[in-house]
């Protein structure tokens, strides 16, 4: 049964990934790829909060190793920064990692802290 709420909760963020991030992507075309940035963060936080829920072992199979494993995307990020910089855009490149890292961090912490964890 572990699995099914793995692949249950896999479908429904590579999905939910594929649309944000699409959609914000197209938004910001030429700029950062802030599609990722947006889905990487907000995972960050909804992971955060589960985290600190702890609610059971189905509901954090179905939400954080299913749908947040599948909503996140660190593949993306890494290939987005390969292309930036073989653009000769170190510095851009350099600075969608900090922020990456850095909001995301936060966000997650925001997340575990708003949850009494």
Do not use: H
Not at 32 to 53: A, E, K, Q
Request: net charge positive.
């Amino acid at each position: 049964m572990s699995y099914f709420y793995v692949a249950v909760g896999g479908f429904l963020g590579a999905i939910s990934r594929y649309y944000l991030s699409t959609y914000f992507n197209r938004k910001s075309q030429g700029m950062l790829p802030f599609g990722t940035l947006f889905v990487n963060i907000v995972g960050s936080f909804l992971l955060g909060l589960l985290f600190g829920i702890a609610g059971g072992t189905n509901n954090y199979l179905l939400f954080g190793t299913g749908f947040m494993g599948a909503f996140t995307t660190f593949s993306t990020f890494m290939v987005e920064v390969l292309t930036i910089n073989e653009g000769k855009l170190l510095g851009k490149g350099f600075f969608y990692i900090l922020l990456s890292v850095v909001i995301g961090l936060f966000f997650a912490f925001i997340g575990y802290s708003i949850s009494d964890g």
